[in-house]
């Protein structure tokens, strides 16, 4: 990461909620621009909220959080329409159009109307949503759902993008394609992506640096870089190195034996 421009720094950042046991204490962490970085945890450690903190949604009870070269605060940069953040849900309005919701986080960052259509026009087909501007969300399956949610998320949030489990309430082969193609809409947009998951494989096929929180509360992260090639398919996840990856990463969340998890 050395002389990268830094999209995210987190320091000291502590917070618990009124009454319940602590979530973060001291924690640090940093994430250059243009990285894609998956943290990888248990259900319940904390991760959603981690992204509401970095969204400005929640405030920390000590430490900073600071987005972009110039270390805006997270809610700064959040009004700013700088941070997209992509809930498990795709939470799209019912009695809006595929073009109207993914326009919206346009229109709420005081796009004009017109203005917002268009920039969601042109980004639909590259999107795989071509001819379904004017259909409903119950008219369209589970991954067309996400994709709308990312096309709001992506055209609202200008330099980081917080992707909280988008994937998975999906089946398993929708899944595979979804993550195909974030990988190529990231290959074109490089934007810097933070993404949760449960998932190792899928932290591992998309991620540049896999951030592994093993324990409650959560007071460091631990650090896998993925040195695999890009451009990334799912092939990739036949690779040695990617099967190697995966056993440690297995260790690092007590799912394998120190052998490596063979029988
Ligand atoms: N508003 C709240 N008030 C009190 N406790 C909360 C609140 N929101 C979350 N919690 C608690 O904080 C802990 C972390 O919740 P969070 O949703 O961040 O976990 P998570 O790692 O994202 O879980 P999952 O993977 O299941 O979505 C949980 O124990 C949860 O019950």
Excluded at 4 to 28: H, K, M, N, W
Excluded at 211 to 217: D, F, G, I, T
């Amino acid at each position: 990461m050395q002389g990268q421009q830094i999209a995210l720094s987190v320091r000291g950042l502590s917070y618990s909620f009124p009454s319940e046991p602590p979530l973060f204490e001291s924690l640090d962490f940093e994430i250059s621009q243009g990285e894609f970085v998956s943290i990888l945890a248990a259900s319940g450690i904390g991760k959603t909220t981690l992204f509401r903190l970095l969204s400005g949604l929640l405030v920390p009870q000590a430490g900073t959080i600071a987005i972009g070269a110039a270390g805006s605060s997270a809610a700064a940069a959040a009004k700013q329409g700088r941070v997209g953040y992509m809930p498990q849900k795709d939470c799209l309005l019912p009695w809006r159009t595929v073009l109207d919701n993914a326009a919206l986080g346009l229109e709420l960052g005081g796009i004009p109307k017109r203005e917002a259509r268009r920039q969601v026009k042109e980004l639909l087909p590259e999107l795989g949503l071509e001819g379904t501007e004017s259909k409903y969300p119950h008219e369209l399956s589970g991954g067309m759902r996400q994709r709308v949610s990312f096309a709001r998320s992506l055209l609202a949030g200008g330099e980081l993008l917080l992707l909280d489990e988008p994937f998975s309430a999906l089946d398993a082969m929708t899944r595979i394609r979804m993550q195909e193609w974030l990988l190529q809409v990231w290959e074109q947009h490089r934007k810097t992506i933070l993404f949760i998951t449960h998932d190792v494989d899928e932290a591992l096929l998309l991620s540049d640096r896999v951030l592994v929180a093993a324990q409650s509360p959560i007071t460091a992260l631990q650090e896998l870089p993925v040195q695999l090639p890009r451009p990334r398919s799912y092939e990739a996840a036949l690779d040695e190195t990617f099967i190697r990856l995966k056993r440690q990463l297995l260790g690092w969340i007590g799912m394998s034996s120190p052998g490596g998890g063979r029988p």
